[in-house]
Structure formats: C-alpha cells, structure tokens
C-alpha cells in the first residue's frame, strides 16, 4: 500500500472494507495502490515498474494506448543529444534499462548507434569538446572515416563523433508491451484479456488467471487499464489525494502518477498544482519503403544538440535521417510553440526535405509518402517533472520530457517505483522536482 488510509474520499463516507475491495455506497470498486494517469510509453513504464514491485496499478487514458505523443515519436533512445548533468545521468540509466527490456522481444528494438556529423572544422571541434564532458562512449570520425560509416553521406563534412549506445524503438508497439508484460509476468487478469484493438472503451485487464497463481496473492502486482476515460478532477481525504474522477466514474487509489505527456500540465491544474508544460511541435517525413537499407545508423547535424537545448517558440529545424526496419526512411526533426495546432505546414515539410537531401543526396530520389506531426511536452528548463508533489500529497508527476519521453521511459518508471515503494532512487530526484517552477514560469 502506498499513502494507505481507512478513510475514503472526501465526502464524509466511509469505506466499509479496506483491503483490495471497497464498498462506497452500494456499488462495490477496485482499489488500487497507483492510478497512473496516462497510456503513453511513459505511462506503460511506470504501470510496469510499479507491478513490478508489488503494487496494484490502473491506468486511465482518454484514448488509445500510445494514442498521443508516444504515437507520434521517432522512437529515439539517446545519450548523444544531452549536455552533462541530470538527464544525461537519466538517460544513461534508461539506455540500459531498455537493453533489458527488448531481451525478451516483443517490440522493434535497434541498437544500431548514432552519428552526429558536422559540417565545419569549428563545430566539429565543438562535438568533440562535447563527447569528452558527456562521459559516455563515443568514438570521433574524421572527416575521411565518414564514409565507412555511412556510405551515402554527403562529401565535404568536416567530420563527426558516432555514440554506439544510441538506439531507436517502435515507441507504440514498445509501450503496448510493456502494458501487457508488466501483467503478464507480475499480475493477474481481472477481466478481457489483451485486445488487438487499443481503443476499445472497455476496462480491460491484462496478464494470466487468477488459477495460474499471478497476482496480488503472491506479493505481485497488478495491472488493469481503462481506456476511453477522461480524468475531470481528483479525490482527495483532506489534502491528501485519493484518486481521481473520470468520465465514467471515480476512480479509487492510494497514489496518483501523471503521465499525460503533453497534457500534464492540465492533469496537474486539475489537482491545484503549476506545471509549466507547453506543447512544442514538430514534423515527420515517411519516405516510400527501399528495396536496400540506405542509412545504417541514426544520423544527425550538430544543429539538432543546438535546437533541443533551444528557448526559442520560433521554427527551427534540423536534419535528422534514420531507416526503419520496414525499409522506410523518416526524416525530421522541427521544432515550435504553436499550440495544439495540427495543421500540415508544406513550408517546413520543404525544408526538412531539403535538409535531408543535403545530408544523403541519393534521398533525392526517393519519394515521401506521408508526414506526421506530435507535440512534444516542453518544461521551460528543459528538464523532465519526476516525482512527488509536495504540494499535493499523493501526487506524483512523470511528465515534460520533451523530445526525451521514449528514450527516458524506463529510468522514469523505474524511479517512481521506487518512491512508492519507499525505497532510495538510485538517482537523485531533486534537479527534476516537481515545486521548482513559479506561478510566473511558462
């Protein structure tokens, strides 16, 4: 149990059993250890961790599994792109916590390695400065070993630095098994079994029979998630939080964890806190699928390190080139503050286009056949909210990673597990504490 109590929401009612099951009225509920709010890989993250643990989790999302940023990611796992300090120690932690994660299978997992090149002497010289402060692996490649490296890079490049940790997954695919594994390996079934589709309405519970001997009776979690369920407010028990309402009713738990990405902001507000989450957008080339693989790694301009540590609510953007395991080529990466603006913009599809082209001429010949857009969850200092709410208790975040969320999933799920467990996080939490913005900050 975590922040467990005898005494029910703040109604004045109160809670005729206590354990697994409680009556509130006449209508008999599940009581949970954590309510993660959020179906993204994130949030499957921390639903898993916790199972892992031993605790009895739900998960509430609005839509589908993956069915926002998760969804609209590249899938990057990276060390490459993050100044020394606090989240290149959170990403080191969750590069090899995904290394575990894919053993098994179950989701598209490539450790293939990242190369950032640079285009002048001065910025190379720059990277190199970079990598030595990082304390990561890395390798440097002169301008002549390019090639060995990726044949089809452009020539003329001053040379670059390869990262052999960097990795890429399929982040939708990724998050709907860690869902069905965090349960399948430490809970029971409560109800449908795992369905193909994700946005079905209906509560569904994932893992074995309560028969096979998994779940809360053997000190194991369990996972249950509730899909097409609007959070609208929170529960409290004087000023401790003790679930959430939704759209389709109350929902009951002994610790909240926010994990709507880009919307955790407005998840926040409900329960009286200020986040500062805003979302940023960015866009997505899909090229047609090639018959041989033209990229070997995840390639990318010095420009891209540049415009992820950037302020700025203004377009920029930067070339960032990968194949997939289908054959297909995804081209981005832009950045702005518009809101939840979906329009397609032809204008920075063009330049990302043409960024690609200058990178990889033989893209040149290649059509795209489709673009995407997502919304980054944008924090003001560029660092992710992990968790407790001091100013709510039993509330805790695990929100605003940015472009970072997929990379950062499991180091995130794993800490927060942690914590609600009364165990000491194995990294220091304080740089990513959720009270250090002011009402001011946005």
Same mark, same amino acid.
């Given at each position: 149990m975590v922040g467990a109590g005898p005494t029910g929401p703040a109604t004045g009612n109160r809670l005729l059993k206590t354990s697994r099951y409680v009556t509130y009225y006449w209508e008999e509920v599940v009581m949970s250890d954590v309510i993660v709010v959020g179906a993204g890989v994130v949030g499957a993250a921390c639903a898993y961790y916790a199972a892992r643990a031993g605790l009895d989790v739900t998960v509430v999302d609005r839509g589908p599994v993956a069915g926002g940023t998760t969804g609209s990611g590249e899938g990057n796992i990276l060390v490459s792109d993050k100044e020394p300090g606090p989240e290149l120690e959170l990403a080191v932690l969750s590069n090899r916590l995904w290394r575990t994660l894919a053993e098994p299978g179950g989701f598209e997992f490539e450790a293939k390695g990242g190369l950032v090149v640079a285009e002048t002497e001065d910025v190379q010289r720059q990277l190199t400065g970079l990598a030595a402060e990082q304390g990561v692996e890395y390798a440097l490649v002169g301008a002549s070993e390019l090639r060995d490296h990726e044949p089809h890079l452009a020539e003329g490049l001053a040379g670059g630095v390869y990262y052999p940790q960097d990795a890429q997954v399929q982040p939708m695919l990724a998050a709907a098994t860690l869902l069905r594994r965090g349960a399948g390996d430490y809970g029971h079934n409560y109800g449908h079994g795992y369905g193909d589709d994700y946005g079905d309405d209906n509560e569904r519970g994932y893992g074995r029979d309560n028969e096979r001997g998994h779940g809360r009776d053997n000190g194991h979690g369990t996972v249950r998630l509730r899909l097409g369920v609007e959070v609208t407010g929170f529960l409290r028990s004087g000023e401790r939080v003790t679930g959430v309402r939704t759209s389709q009713?109350?929902?009951?738990?002994?610790?909240?964890?926010?994990?709507?990405?880009?919307?955790?902001?407005?998840? !926040? @507000?409900? %329960?009286? /806190?200020?986040? &500062?989450? $805003?979302?940023?957008?960015?866009? #997505?080339?899909?090229?047609?699928?090639? *018959?041989?693989?033209?990229?070997?790694?995840?390639?990318?301009?010095?420009?891209?390190?540049?415009?992820?540590?950037?302020?700025?609510?203004?377009?920029?953007?930067?070339?960032?080139?990968?194949?997939?395991?289908?054959?297909?080529?995804?081209?981005?990466?832009?950045?702005?503050?518009?809101?939840?603006?979906?329009?397609?913009?032809?204008?920075?599809?063009?330049?990302? !286009? @043409?960024? %690609?082209? /200058?990178?990889? &001429?033989? $893209?040149?010949?290649?059509?795209? #056949?489709?673009?995407?857009?997502?919304? *980054?969850?944008?924090?003001?200092d560029h660092l992710p909210v992990i968790g407790a709410d001091p100013r709510v208790p039993g509330l805790y975040h695990a929100c605003g990673h940015e472009g970072a969320g997929i990379g950062l999933a499991p180091a995130t799920g794993h800490l927060l597990a942690q914590l609600l467990t009364g165990e000491q996080p194995d990294l220091d939490l304080t740089p990513f504490r959720p009270d250090r913005f002011t009402e001011e900050t946005s």
């Open positions: 009713g109350d929902v009951l738990g002994d610790a909240v964890v926010n994990a709507a990405g880009t919307w955790g902001g407005q998840i !926040a @507000a409900l %329960a009286g /806190a200020h986040l &500062p989450i $805003l979302p940023r957008r960015g866009f #997505i080339l899909v090229t047609q699928p090639l *018959r041989e693989p033209l990229i070997r790694h995840k390639v990318y301009t010095a420009a891209y390190v540049t415009n992820v540590a950037s302020d700025s609510a203004g377009l920029e953007t930067s070339a960032v080139v990968e194949g997939t395991p289908a054959g297909t080529v995804l081209i981005g990466a832009s950045r702005e503050r518009v809101g939840f603006d979906r329009t397609t913009s032809v204008p920075v599809l063009s330049r990302l !286009a @043409a960024q %690609a082209v /200058a990178l990889f &001429p033989a $893209l040149r010949e290649v059509r795209a #056949i489709r673009s995407y857009c997502g919304f *980054r969850p944008y924090c003001p």
